[in-house]
């Protein structure tokens, strides 16, 4: 199974992912200045490269998304879904991707899974995202990813096997987030106290080291 959460507020976009497969973290979500996208069920990595080189060129990403997909000959099998900067979101579940899977758009979110329990998995994750919207972007995603976990996640297995969480901050400009877990017998879990460490101690280490520009030092 896969489920996963692509959303953009305040100018900050972000993607978290939970998967029942190891090392979610470096196939699926792709977060840059100008959205997240997340690939899944037949991950296709080049597609979540491609979107964000074309968001960057300025494109929507619904047109970017709809034409990769056109190109792709294994488009059933695929599950691509995300958000630009503007809040324009996309989200497509292959006829062939294996049950259940499906996928839902919110505004300035998104939300896909496959091999689920049921749809009740995403209905979750839209909904604790959603009601946590006093929360910073990071927490939100999270929140959201424990919430699918809880109400069923996987059909396969109790727990993920490996999650992930990315958040781009415009203002730095860089990832102010880019957690993974591999392999756990509780991914989410070990995600969420992987982010308590980030948050407590990026404080110190951003005030001893400022970040460098990255616009004049790529």
Known sequence: MTFSLCATVDGRHGAAVATKAIGVGSTAP??????????QAMTNTPIGVRTTRRL??????????TALLEDDPDASLRQVHGVDHTGTTVAVTGDACEGWAGDREGEGYTVAGNMLVDEGVLEAVADAFETSADRPLDERLLV???AGEDAGGDK???HAQSAALSVFDPDEPRLEYDLRVDEHDDAVSELERLHEVART???DW?????????????
């Not at 960057?56 to 998304?65: H, K, Q, T, Y």
């Not at 951003?206 to 790529?218: G, K, N």
């Open 30 to 39: 792709f977060v840059c200045r100008h959205g997240a996208v997340c690939t």
């Open 56 to 65: 960057a060129d300025g494109d929507s990403i619904d047109d970017v998304v």
């Open 144 to 146: 959201a990813l424990r």
């Open 156 to 158: 396969r297995r109790d």
């Open 201 to 203: 101690t990026g404080a």
């Open 206 to 218: 951003a005030e001893r080291f400022p970040a460098v520009d990255i616009q004049r030092h790529p």
